[in-house]
RNA sequence: GGAGGGGUGGCAGAGCGGCCGAAUGCGCCAGUCUUGAAAACUGGAGACCUCGCAAGGGGUCCGCGAGUUCAAAUCUCGCCCCCUCCGCCA
């Protein structure tokens, strides 16, 4: 039998990964169905019931007979001392110790398939989460600035990109495939500009610490973080190796603090990092085959929090508020979205997605999703907190963690290039970032 | 990739079949002393599961897993990680 969460602090019964706490689900079962909805609609509510039922009957006996062979290993060990006969003890305690090893494989049986049931039940959205099954039911929460004001119909930006020679998709395809991008001269160092103008601001003025995380990283760290077990087929995997590309810095960056206990004077603790991400995009076929906005590999920034779980929502807001400093700065006109319980994400108990505005398309395209996963992250991964060390109220208690993108690089030039076009193709460049291109105030053809 | 060494409580580090959840030191918390602090002295403190309204009971955890044994931190096997040397390499 192979552990499928080889260090995800799984099996030996008791130190079970407590995803959802099995106590609190045993009493809440019904309750968290309930409240979960359309979330909650492809969890085996009845087998998990089960499972847990034997779970606890298995566990019990267990430990009874674990308890017996304890006190009988002593017993023996106090007759050889005082050389009287062990045999008959000996031979008790072997009987013991053979149905403890039946049981043992009777509970082995039942843990593996609860543990897989109980990582795959989403996390419960939180009061504030407007009802809903889908992004009709979104609720906007407020918008920044206008739409620029064009003289032309609005070009899309693969059509200026390619004509200004700073973004080339046949080469892309070429060399990689479908949805990948090659950007090039202006372009490239655009992205790169974005990359630094966005990391500057979120380290010197936001108090974020700059992380530079793996690329790749192992099972135990996506599950952690919600991609695993449900969501393997969204995820770039090595052949030879059981690493993962990321599709987030979230799961690195997180992951930094599995199976710790933050002090608590040390939080909150906030990371901002540049990475590459990478997506499968599997089940997305047709949608945005064009251009940048919908690609296997795209560079983000993001933010992330450890806070105090009283903290989390608070939080939220203001790193919402930081991604949104982003785009304030370059002058892009957004709206600032909550998302219904049906379109979050399996992880988060609370999401606001930033929409920008793309003239082409004449519509709002998320720029960042801000979300807030209280313990559920934590309590998967062991993120814990603990107030000084010996003192008496000092309890050991799941941190809540956040993340957002801060923002999607490659979306945020898609909106540079669509926004700040020129009548006659060239695109202007937002002043924060000319010290970042040299001083290029315009991309003209090169 | 090859050879060797190692993974023990917040840190360092002893233990190498039963009396070990684990010495000792540092760090931490409280108290005594002090105007206050330091020092000294005294005391305290791991993480978790399970049963219970509670008081409290039982159990697990010495990298992870499997095994040997009446009994495993200690013995065996597999895996992971770290260190040193060699090889390869940005």
Known sequence: MTNPYPDVRFHRFQEQITMYDLRYLRDNLDALRDQ??????DVPWDSLRGLIEQRRSLTSQVEQLRSELKKGSDEVARLKREKQPADAAMAAMKAVGERIKAIEDELRGVEEPLTDLNLRIPNLPHASVPDGKDASSNVEA?????????????????????????LDFDRASKIAGARFAVMTGAGARLERALINYMLDLHTTQHGYREVLPPLLVNRASMTATGQLPKFEEDLFRLRDEDYFLIPTAEVPVTNLHRDEIIAETALPVRYTAYTPCFRREAGSYGKDTRGLIRLHQFNKVELVAFVKPEQSHEELERLTGHAETILQGLGLHYRVVTLCAGDMGFSAAKTYDIEVWLPSQNQYREISSCSNFEGFQARRGGIRYKGAAGKKDAKTEFVHTLNGSGLAVGRTLVAILENYQ?????????????????????????
Do not use: N
Request: a positive charge.
């Open 422 to 446: 020129q009548p006659d193709g060239s695109v202007t460049i937002p002043a924060v970032l000319r010290p970042y291109m040299g001083g290029l105030e315009l991309i003209r053809k090169e």
């Open 36 to 41: 979960l909805g359309p979330r909650g609609t």
């Open 142 to 166: 407020r918008r920044w600035g206008t739409p620029p004001a064009l003289t032309a119909p609005a070009k899309s930006h693969w059509d200026l990109g390619e004509a200004l020679g700073i």
